[in-house]
Nanobody, 120 residues
Framework: QVQLVESGGGLVQTGGSLRLSCAAS????????MGWYRQTPGKQRELVAA???????NYADSVKGRFTISRGNALNTVYLQMNSLKPEDTAVYYC??????????????WGQGTQVTVSS
């Protein structure tokens, strides 16, 4: 069984910073891409940032220059450093692990979500 455990959400003022962490546990052989998505009520979940096992990254235009995604040495962890936060960044943030290999199986997994609230 694979689990993604997130931490680091909370309440911060406009212009502040937060760092989200996500750790994947289980009998994992490899993870192709890890990323962060966010969702607000009534809207679709959207990609914030993603990082492949080789290190290439992808960011939503709205967070470029403010957010930085990175993977830990174990490659089963992913971090999202969020700087210069804005009220529009308020959302539930979800960790995603894409193409996770467990034995002969390959599938995606989601974390439970962590709330980020930016006050104006």
């Amino acid at each position: 069984q694979v689990q993604l455990v997130e931490s680091g959400g909370g309440l911060v003022q406009t212009g502040g910073s937060l760092r989200l962490s996500c750790a994947a546990s289980g009998s994992i052989s490899s993870i192709s891409v890890m990323g962060w998505y966010r969702q607000t009520p009534g809207k679709q979940r959207e990609l914030v940032a993603a990082i492949a096992s080789g290190g290439s990254t992808n960011y939503a235009d709205s967070v470029k220059g403010r957010f930085t995604i990175s993977r830990g040495n174990a490659l089963n962890t992913v971090y999202l450093q969020m700087n210069s936060l804005k009220p529009e960044d308020t959302a539930v943030y979800y960790c995603n692990a894409n193409r996770v290999r467990v034995g002969s199986l390959l599938r995606d997994y989601w974390g439970q979500g962590t709330q980020v609230t930016v006050s104006s």
